[in-house]
């Protein structure tokens, strides 16, 4: 049989209704109200800190493919240039769509997976996609860029193998200071992640700052 110490057994004597509603509190609590009579408050869930897109993709692309974090980031910095730094889904003049700025069959095959992953504008959809793509058919240029840590060879290799963007929208410098940017730790004016919301049409907003 479990004692009870003396002074708690007085305590609850005192205070039966304040020992029965310090059950579900800590130790240090349970004393303090069976002493005092007063019962602690529930403590207040802690908002959830903004994380944006930037800081997801990069944490999802070192666990599903063993990338290191330079080598994520240079994706990271690839997709944030074509997408405004993941804010801007929709191509300006044109009609390519998404992180990777996404164009006809691939596109196509984008939004037909986006259907089902809680549509085209979400995180899931867009980095599912992206992982499909990646695990389908683009091995051979993971292990090349596994094979280096220097941000700009990374980013080089997956614009030139994964997006081929034209020469003149290119631009291989600001992709690489997007990715020098990110491993600062700096990703200000990012789309949001953990707080998704769309403040217009294909257009994600930033994290709030009033969390």
Same mark, same amino acid.
């Given at each position: ?10 305590? #609850? ?18 004393? &303090?109200?069976?002493? *005092? +009579? ?7 869930? *802690?908002?959830?800190?903004?994380? %944006?897109?930037?800081?997801? /993709? ?8 063993? /990338? ?8 990271? +910095?690839? !997709?944030?240039? $074509? ?11 044109? %009609? ?7 164009? +006809? ?13 809680? +549509?085209?504008? %979400? ?6 996609? !992206?992982?499909?793509?990646?695990? *389908?058919?683009? $091995? =051979? #240029? ?11 060879? &990374? ?7 994964? /997006?081929?963007?034209? =020469? ?14 990110? /491993? ?21 907003? &930033? ?5």
């Amino acid at each position: 049989m479990r004692m009870i110490p003396i002074f708690l057994a007085a305590a #609850m004597a005192v205070f039966p209704n304040a020992y029965a509603s310090a059950q579900e509190a800590t130790l240090p609590e349970r004393l &303090a109200s069976l002493i *005092t +009579g007063v019962s602690a408050a529930p403590a207040s869930p *802690t908002p959830l800190a903004p994380e %944006t897109v930037p800081e997801r /993709l990069i944490e999802d692309l070192q666990e599903d493919f063993d /990338l290191s974090k330079p080598q994520a980031a240079s994706i990271a +910095g690839n !997709l944030a240039h $074509e997408s405004g730094n993941f804010r801007m889904l929709h191509e300006i003049n044109g %009609t390519c769509y998404g992180y990777s700025q996404w164009c +006809g069959v691939r596109k196509r095959a984008f939004r037909a997976y986006a259907a089902s992953a809680g +549509g085209q504008e %979400t995180y899931e959809a867009n980095y599912g996609f !992206l992982k499909h793509e990646l695990e *389908t058919e683009y $091995e =051979a #240029m993971l292990r090349r860029m596994r094979g280096t840590d220097q941000v700009e060879v &990374a980013a080089r290799i997956f614009m030139k193998e994964f /997006l081929r963007p034209a =020469a003149k929208t290119a631009n291989l410098t600001r992709r690489v200071r997007f990715a020098r940017q990110y /491993l600062e730790g700096d990703f200000s004016g990012s789309g949001c992640f953990s707080h998704h919301r769309l403040e217009a049409k294909n257009r994600p907003a &930033a994290c709030p700052d009033d969390v």
